[in-house]
């Protein structure tokens, strides 16, 4: 069974920093990333990383964010840094087959059920 499971979302003062975790089960990724959608937002791309660490950014996060994954472990991580209120965001784990690392909430076939990430000013 095809199964992604997100961690460590929480609330953080503006400045901060938290670390998202994604544990995936029952399919062999290609590629995974992060989306983060906020009330009343597209769910908008955040990074994404392939089997052999190719990554890409959204521009807001670049310098901040940090995307990287364990494939023994199955595991996929954000670290986030310096955290602004227009971050706040239920984030999301996905996974799609192939190697392009994409951020286009479209390419990606699986899905999270999403963590809570709140920055307060």
């Known amino acids: 069974q095809v199964q992604l499971v997100e961690s460590g979302g929480g609330s953080v003062q503006s400045g901060g920093s938290l670390r998202l975790s994604c544990a995936a089960s029952?399919?062999?990724?290609?590629?995974m990333a992060w989306f983060r959608q906020a009330p009343g937002k597209e769910r908008e791309g955040v990074g994404s990383?392939?089997?052999?660490?190719?990554?890409i950014y959204a521009d807001s996060v670049k310098g901040r964010f940090t995307i990287a994954r364990d494939n023994a472990e199955e595991m996929l991580y954000l670290q986030m840094n310096s955290l602004k209120p227009e971050d706040t965001a239920k984030y999301y784990c996905a996974a799609r087959p192939g190697r392009n690392v994409r951020l286009n909430p479209s390419d990606y076939d699986y899905w999270g059920q999403g963590t809570q990430v709140t920055v307060s000013a």
């Open positions: 029952g399919y062999d990724y290609d590629t």
């Open positions: 990383i392939n089997k052999v660490g190719s990554t």
